[in-house]
């Protein structure tokens, strides 16, 4: 039966509780309709696919840690292909992150990218009227040549500005009904989508059900089947693990496999966080152990399935290091901003002339389980954990003051940055870890020399930035947040459930 005979129960009346500029534009009856159609047919499925969530973890914290799905076997050795890449899609070999702002878009479309990717989950400033405005900005632009690829925010998100039936929108589909609304006629009638990038995704079954989504979305648009296509981030263990699935569910709408070591590595932590042998350091080599081997995986299922693997670009503009994916398999690499385009730009002439490389013959090594689950190894160090205090602070803070990725050394830190940090400080702790001093010798980890790091750390601040400043910055809540975090027992699933309530109070 097709999924717009599927009964449904009626959608309640959608309660808007926040007017900001903008809105009269963004946010129409239309589209808060569909908002509300979605959150009313798919919400027990996603509380449903959360609760597998923690059947899941409840499994590993005794000890059965995830393996190849054995019901899902043929769809593994089957011999099948994901449907081909539109034309403006097939060559990716510079995709370049963007929020959702005028500005930015303009930058992002004069800097020389293959294709772009809108994040409206980080690389967008947090906030109601931040979200609203950069919808705007989209619809503003929608006729660009240039290929984009949205992201939303994740499904298990709450957009607190919308209530449905006396419930928080899922802020995914909030998302996802004013990118069908405003830009799914422009679009598609270029032949230019609308596409995204979905992340988050923890299974076969959560990619079905964004599949059924979005297919309800092309009939309350009246778009052809599979006009919505999708890439989808690899970003938890267990998606490591049903790569092929997830691409057999979206089958039609795949557009490719990109992985983030982030919240790949955070993922890590919370599955693995009953198991001191799991302890990771204080560096991590997204080349090394389970990131190095998901990536590989990445790009094994990817060109087997016909369809594109585009890699995280490595820290730094050394074209040499640039080219390491490429030369490893992928198609393209994911660029964080618009000044490391031409240094990228070098790497990929000399390492990938062609539009990509999925038919290029390779020879891949089996991937055992035990690989995908495998610890880095390596110290913890005094630097290192000062330095994972200071970013779980700063990149929450700037997250909680609605300002977005902040700039830390060379690297770019937004929300999975913070969830990082304070995943791997909550690790440390647990686990009593041995941290190398400087001095030479080794301290213990504990919970009142974490709360002496984040002191020192906050005095450090107000010395730089001033009172008025740290204040304003919200320093002093994400301090709090990340302790909080990184002491709760068991681990929270991301530190955005806990600065959520405080962003939407502030905004």
């Given at each position: 039966?097709?999924?717009?005979?599927?009964?449904?129960?009626?959608?309640?009346?959608?309660?808007?509780?926040?007017?900001?500029?903008?809105?009269?534009?963004?946010?129409?009856?239309?589209?808060?309709?569909?908002?509300?159609?979605?959150?009313?047919?798919?919400?027990?499925?996603?509380?449903?696919?959360?609760?597998?969530?923690?059947?899941?973890?409840?499994?590993?914290?005794?000890?059965?840690l995830?393996?190849?799905?054995?019901e899902?076997?043929?769809?593994?050795?089957?011999?099948?292909?994901?449907?081909?890449?539109?034309?403006?899609?097939?060559?990716?070999?510079?995709?370049?992150?963007?929020?959702?702002?005028?500005?930015?878009?303009?930058?992002?479309?004069?800097?020389?990218?293959?294709?772009?990717i809108?994040?409206?989950?980080?690389?967008?400033?947090?906030?109601?009227?931040?979200?609203?405005?950069?919808?705007?900005?989209?619809?503003?632009?929608?006729?660009?040549?240039l290929?984009?690829?949205?992201?939303?925010?994740?499904?298990?998100?709450?957009?607190?500005?919308?209530?449905?039936?006396?419930?928080?929108?899922?802020?995914?589909?909030?998302?996802?009904?004013?990118?069908v609304?405003?830009?799914?006629a422009?679009l598609?009638?270029?032949g230019?989508?609308p596409?995204?990038?979905?992340?988050?995704?923890?299974?076969?079954r959560?990619?079905?059900?964004?599949?059924?989504?979005?297919?309800?979305?092309?009939?309350?648009?009246?778009?052809?089947?599979?006009?919505?296509?999708?890439?989808?981030?690899?970003?938890?263990?267990?998606?490591?693990?049903?790569?092929?699935?997830?691409?057999?569910?979206?089958?039609d709408?795949?557009?490719?496999?990109?992985?983030?070591?982030?919240?790949?590595?955070a993922?890590?932590?919370?599955?693995?966080?009953?198991?001191?042998?799991?302890?990771?350091?204080?560096?991590?080599?997204?080349?090394?152990?389970?990131?190095?081997?998901?990536?590989?995986?990445?790009?094994?299922?990817?060109?087997?399935?016909?369809?594109?693997?585009?890699?995280?670009?490595?820290?730094?503009?050394?074209?040499?290091?640039?080219?390491?994916?490429?030369?490893?398999?992928c198609?393209?690499?994911?660029?964080?901003a618009?000044?490391?385009?031409?240094?990228?730009?070098?790497?990929?002439?000399?390492?990938?002339?062609?539009?990509?490389?999925?038919?290029?013959?390779?020879?891949?090594?089996?991937?055992?389980?035990?690989?995908?689950?495998?610890?880095?190894?390596?110290?913890?160090?005094?630097?290192?954990?000062?330095?994972?205090?200071?970013?779980?602070?700063?990149?929450?803070?700037?997250?909680i003051?609605?300002?977005?990725?902040?700039?830390i050394?060379?690297?770019?830190?937004?929300?999975?940055?913070?969830?990082?940090?304070?995943?791997?400080?909550?690790?440390?702790?647990?686990?009593?870890?041995?941290?190398?001093?400087?001095?030479g010798?080794?301290?213990?980890?504990?919970?009142?020399?974490?709360?002496?790091l984040?002191?020192?750390?906050?005095?450090?601040?107000v010395?730089?930035?001033?009172?008025?400043s740290?204040?304003?910055?919200?320093?002093?809540?994400?301090?709090?947040?990340?302790?909080?975090?990184?002491?709760?027992?068991?681990?929270?699933?991301?530190?955005?459930?806990?600065?959520?309530?405080?962003?939407?109070?502030l905004?």
């Amino acid at each position: 039966m097709p999924l717009d005979l599927v009964p449904a129960p009626a959608a309640p009346k959608p309660v808007l509780l926040r007017d900001v500029p903008g809105a009269s534009a963004v946010l129409t009856e239309e589209a808060l309709a569909l908002a509300a159609e979605l959150q009313t047919r798919f919400a027990p499925r996603m509380q449903a696919l959360d609760v597998a969530r923690a059947r899941r973890q409840e499994r590993a914290d005794a000890g059965r840690l995830p393996d190849y799905l054995e019901e899902t076997t043929a769809t593994r050795k089957g011999i099948w292909s994901c449907a081909p890449a539109p034309e403006a899609l097939r060559d990716r070999r510079l995709c370049l992150v963007t929020g959702a702002e005028a500005g930015a878009l303009a930058t992002a479309r004069g800097a020389g990218a293959s294709a772009m990717i809108v994040d409206l989950d980080e690389a967008t400033a947090p906030g109601f009227a931040n979200l609203v405005a950069g919808i705007a900005a989209l619809t503003a632009t929608a006729d660009d040549p240039l290929p984009m690829l949205i992201r939303p925010r994740p499904l298990e998100r709450d957009e607190p500005a919308l209530l449905i039936g006396g419930h928080p929108v899922s802020a995914g589909l909030f998302d996802l009904a004013l990118i069908v609304t405003h830009l799914a006629a422009p679009l598609s009638a270029r032949g230019m989508g609308p596409w995204l990038q979905i992340g988050g995704i923890d299974s076969h079954r959560e990619a079905r059900l964004w599949s059924e989504i979005l297919a309800i979305c092309e009939t309350r648009a009246e778009l052809a089947p599979n006009t919505l296509r999708a890439e989808v981030a690899i970003e938890t263990v267990n998606a490591g693990f049903e790569m092929d699935e997830i691409l057999w569910e979206l089958r039609d709408r795949a557009v490719g496999l990109t992985s983030r070591a982030a919240p790949l590595a955070a993922s890590y932590l919370r599955l693995m966080r009953a198991h001191e042998a799991a302890l990771l350091p204080a560096t991590l080599d997204p080349q090394a152990a389970f990131l190095g081997t998901c990536a590989a995986r990445m790009v094994k299922v990817a060109h087997r399935r016909g369809t594109h693997a585009i890699a995280e670009a490595p820290a730094g503009t050394d074209p040499a290091l640039l080219r390491g994916p490429l030369d490893e398999g992928c198609d393209g690499l994911r660029l964080d901003a618009p000044d490391r385009i031409a240094p990228a730009r070098a790497a990929v002439e000399r390492a990938l002339p062609g539009a990509h490389q999925i038919g290029r013959p390779r020879q891949y090594f089996r991937i055992s389980p035990e690989m995908l689950l495998k610890p880095q190894a390596g110290p913890v160090t005094e630097a290192g954990l000062r330095g994972t205090v200071h970013i779980a602070i700063a990149a929450l803070a700037a997250w909680i003051a609605g300002r977005g990725p902040v700039r830390i050394e060379d690297g770019l830190h937004g929300l999975a940055s913070a969830d990082l940090a304070r995943a791997r400080l909550g690790q440390w702790l647990a686990h009593g870890a041995a941290v190398e001093m400087e001095a030479g010798d080794s301290r213990r980890m504990t919970a009142d020399w974490l709360a002496a790091l984040i002191h020192e750390e906050i005095v450090a601040l107000v010395e730089w930035l001033g009172p008025h400043s740290f204040h304003r910055g919200r320093y002093a809540s994400a301090a709090r947040i990340v302790q909080e975090a990184a002491c709760a027992s068991p681990q929270p699933d991301h530190v955005v459930r806990l600065a959520a309530p405080l962003l939407d109070t502030l905004d």
